[in-house]
């Protein structure tokens, strides 16, 4: 099932779109179908929850946190993901730097912008991205790599447009702006019941969990 999943949505993506599996509380074997099929990245919320299954992943991703990252597991998070898709603040974009310094390691990582500026989310507000940007751009260890936001998780997907669009237009500005140690590569925006909306409105990341891996109770990815 996971295999022709992963390789209906690859084929469904229009070009220059990154499929990412959200793999929270997945098996490694059930990672590493994804992988052979095709998936080039892999998503985890929780540091624990990766440290269970990493190890038994024989295939070749990238592994992405894209949970929110407490500082006090700054430590353990860079020494095995590839990126790190919420850093919200400039505390946390600083913690990073330390422990990379020390590993002689740079991280990229993603802005989280709160788009929909809902107070029970993470998330930087849009109007301070800019400033943040700057800020954690000085850093020597810390790449940013672009911007990630999440839609309502539930819902009809339209109502995730007026987010996508707003993160979108944030990205491009700065985009335009070329400001130094910044790649804006990334646009990851949507999740298994709004990411076609998100690739209307620019998204060229999108994280897809139940689509590929099945439903979870409880699960919206």
Sequence with gaps: MITENVKR???ELPEGVTLLAAAKERS???ISEAIKAGITMIGENYFQDTLRVINDVEE?????????LQTNKVKKVIDIFDMIESVD????AKEIEKWCKKRNKTMPILIEVNSGEEN???????KDVAQLIKEISSLNYVKIMGLMTMGPRFGDPEESRPYFIKTREIFEQIK???PPNVEMKY????MTNSYKVAIEEGANLVRIGNRIFGEREGSYN
């Excluded at 070749?60 to 949970?67: N, V």
């Design 9 to 11: 949505l690859l084929n």
């Design 28 to 30: 490694a074997d059930e």
């Design 60 to 68: 070749k991703a990238e592994w992405h946190f894209i949970g929110h």
């Design 89 to 92: 603040s400039l505390k946390l």
């Design 120 to 126: 029970q989310k993470t998330g930087v507000a849009p």
């Design 176 to 178: 335009d702006f070329h």
């Design 187 to 190: 646009l990851s925006m949507g």
